[in-house]
C-alpha cells in the first residue's frame, strides 16, 4: 500500500522534507506503528518522532489519534500540536 506523508511546522524541518510517498510493511496497522516504522529509516525521522506526547496526525485530511488504524489511507499528515488565537 502506497501512502502520501505530509510534514507540517517543526517535524516538516526536522525530517528535511514536507512530504514523501512511502510503502509500509503489511505489519504496520496504525498510526502509531507508522510512526515508529519511519523512525528506524532515518536519524530525521527518528528526531522527529522521538516525543508522540508533541505528535498529532491526520488521515485524508480528518484528525485522528495516534491509535488509529490506517486502513486504505491515502494521506497521512504529521504535525505538531496546533493552537488557534
Known amino acids: 500500500m502506497t501512502i502520501r506523508m505530509v510534514y507540517f511546522a517543526w517535524v516538516r524541518e526536522r525530517i528535511g522534507t514536507g512530504e ?8 504496520v496497522v496504525t498510526v502509531a506503528d507508522l510512526i ?12 522527529a518522532f522521538e516525543n508522540r506526547a508533541r ?9 485522528v489519534a ?5 486502513g486504505a489511507a491515502q494521506e497521512i499528515a504529521i504535525f505538531p500540536p496546533v493552537t488557534g488565537g
Open 66 to 70: 495516534l491509535d488509529t488504524p490506517i
Open 20 to 27: 514523501e510517498t512511502i510503502d509500509p510493511p503489511a505489519s
Open 36 to 47: 515508529d516504522w519511519l523512525a528506524k529509516t532515518s536519524a530525521p525521522h527518528a528526531e
Open 55 to 63: 505528535l498529532r496526525a491526520a488521515i485524508d485530511q480528518d484528525f
